[in-house]
């Protein structure tokens, strides 16, 4: 692994940083003073800004209207971004579906799907986990009957990101209850406008509206929207979880957070000044600081074997373990060192840092969850990384 980057990734970086600048707001720490709405608003005008840049979806070939761009240069991208806390991206289109489409996926469906997601035209979501199945995503039940030409669907899906705004859903879903576990599952786009779809609002304990719950009675859709084989859902889903997990926008979230926390510290009208002097502050400060690089080289060596044409398993497990925990740490020791100031929210005449730490995290706490929780990260690790065999339970 290198140590250094090109020339070239350099003004590469210098250009997303200046672009940032550009089209964020003055004074701009991220999107917690902000309604939902004013959110997503931002987020589609951004969206459409990378859209000009060819940013949106720079990774993929040229043939589906992407750069082709290096693993390194992607990263470089995403650090940037998570850095900034600047909205814009598509994860779901973007990172998960559109690469898998690319290698499932039919004729029709790429020249149907994959136009759109580069264009920004498109939101998805994804239907994974349900009520009664999460980490155990294997035990879905969800049905889906293929009736004729077209699939039924009854069930339900929860903790559905942006299911509220999205206009289509990759889910998985049962197709042989018979078959065993693994199998017997597969993968559909659905038009989130069709009858007998109901999206129910979860806010959550940062007053976000950013998950929901879906309900599918009697929803049908077209045969033609199966992505792969029927019945090979699972290898198919796994592969956009492949997609799916990283690090480096915990790491560099985490780095955000130290530096506007050390930079505040440095104020002498801070209300809490005084502890830049405490050495057991200072310490803390630089053992996180410590951390947080250390999170960060783990991601980009996880970048580096993508370069060469590994497929990172383990090491992308370690990755964003690393990279959440040192995350929530470092919001967790703001919290520690703003006292009493860093429990009120944005908007109160006493709040510090505008009440964003108090938001980021309560929004944190959901990074050590999704994409597989940090708990199944550690058994991959133990498994593929370590090559000890599967727990055993009592």
Known sequence: MRFEFTAEEIEFRRQVSAFLDEVLPDDWGGPAGLSDDQEWKLNQRLRKELVKRGWLVMSWPTEYGGADSSPMMNTIFAEEMAYRRAPGLDGFGTRMLGPTLMRFGNDEQRARHLGAIACGEVQ???GYSEPNSGSDLASIQTRAVLVGDEFVINGAKIWTSLGHRADMMFMLVRTNPDAPRHAGISLLLV????????????????????????????????KANLVGDLNDGWRV????LN????????????RAVLEELVKYLKKDDSPVSTAKSDPNVRL???ELSTEIEAARLMCYDVTWRHGQGQEP???????KVTGTEIYQKTLDYGLEILGMYGGLEAGSPQSELQGRLLKL?????ATTIFSG?????????AQRGLGLPRARTR
């Open 124 to 126: 998805w979501c994804q």
């Open 373 to 381: 929780t940090n708990e199944i990260q550690k058994n991959i690790i």
């Open 237 to 240: 889903g796994m592969t956009v």
């Open 284 to 286: 803390r400060l630089a």
């Open 243 to 254: 997609h799916e997990r990283s690090g480096i926008e915990f790491a560099a979230g985490a």
């Open 313 to 319: 398993s383990s090491e992308a497990s370690m990755s």
């Open 361 to 365: 995290r309560m929004l944190s706490t």
């Open 191 to 222: 038009d989130m406008k069709s009858p007998g779809i109901e999206v129910r609002p979860i806010v959550n304990m940062a007053n976000v509206h950013h998950f929901n719950q879906v309900t599918f009675d009697d929803v049908r859709v077209p």
